[in-house]
């Protein structure tokens, strides 16, 4: 009996000395010294450093269909100034992502898309705005898929991410 008490005893203390040291964990990341971000957030990354990609069904024949990126800034605190936002399409982000998904869209036609303009502005005190694009739909071919990819080029003196600094969408006509 003896024996069964001691190794019973020895096991409580190990298990109960083991159980304790976890109290003691520091280990919960800090966010509030995170510097601010840019980024392209609305999007799936596969994981493979292709970029990311968002479905962006336009119903065919559409003159002038709304279609909009978000830009995103991303930290701890918001924004105390206005922060202007350059984005640019990029046929290189377009290659990359072509090449590592083992895909072939083809780049939107510049014809197809107009951008009001290549900046956008966050407004002080906001996180998150849209960045438009008009997509005329009605000189597409419905039986292809479109890429439309954007990548920010200047993050207004801010980081730009490195994940999600880049954004393809990937238009699909869809009827009305």
Not at 22 to 38: H, R
Not at 73 to 89: G, H, I, R, S
Not at 131 to 138: D, H, Q
Request: hydrophobic share 45%.
């Amino acid at each position: 009996m003896k024996k069964i008490s001691l190794y019973t005893t020895i096991i409580a203390l190990a298990l109960l000395s083991s159980l304790s040291s976890c109290l003691k964990d520091d280990s919960q990341p800090d966010f509030t010294q995170n510097q601010a971000i840019i980024e392209l957030p609305v999007g799936s990354s596969a994981g493979n450093g292709g970029g990311n990609s968002i479905a962006a069904p336009i119903p065919a024949g559409t003159v002038a269909a709304d279609y909009f990126i978000y830009v995103n800034y991303a930290a701890p605190e918001a924004n105390p100034n206005d922060v202007t936002v350059t984005l640019a399409v990029s046929e290189a982000a377009l290659a990359k992502f072509n090449q590592v998904n083992g895909s072939a869209y083809p780049i939107l036609p510049t014809a197809a898309y107009t951008l009001a303009s290549n900046k956008v502005v966050i407004p002080a005190g906001q996180r998150q705005v849209k960045f438009p694009v008009k997509i005329n739909a009605s000189i597409l071919d419905p039986a292809v898929k479109y890429a439309l990819p954007l990548a920010i080029t200047d993050g207004g003196g801010f980081t730009v991410s490195g994940n999600f600094g880049t954004l393809i969408s990937i238009i699909t006509l869809t009827s009305k």
